[in-house]
Nanobody
Framework: QVQVVESGGGLVQPGGSLRLSCVAS????????MGWYRQAPGKQREFVAS???????NYADSVKGRFTISGDTALNTAYLQMNTLKPEDTAVYYC????????WGQGTQVTVSS
């Protein structure tokens, strides 16, 4: 059974930090990229950050300098360290896994509010 599971979301005050985790099942073969997307209420899902098996990373302009993606595609794990969070970062965050097939997790809610 293929599974992608995110965790680590929650409520945080502006300026705070959160660390999201993503673990993909070992039944997803030949993973070459893992990434994070987010979807705020009433908006389309948007790209946040990604990493490849070759070590390349990419970030949306809105999170550069504040978010860091890490992990190991060979271990089917990815993390998103989010610092200096802003209210506009509030969204459901989804993990995306690309291998022989592409898979999404169920999402984890991040709410930035005072």
């Amino acid at each position: 059974q293929v599974q992608v599971v995110e965790s680590g979301g929650g409520l945080v005050q502006p300026g705070g930090s959160l660390r999201l985790s993503c673990v993909a099942s070992r039944t997803i073969f030949s993973i070459y990229a893992m990434g994070w997307y987010r979807q705020a209420p009433g908006k389309q899902r948007e790209f946040v950050a990604s990493m490849t098996s070759g070590g390349s990373t990419n970030y949306a302009d809105s999170v550069k300098g504040r978010f860091t993606i890490s992990g190991d595609t060979a271990l089917n794990t990815a993390y998103l360290q989010m610092n200096t969070l802003k209210p506009e970062d509030t969204a459901v965050y989804y993990c995306n896994v690309r291998g022989v097939t592409t898979h999404w997790g169920q999402g984890t809610q991040v709410t930035v509010s005072s």
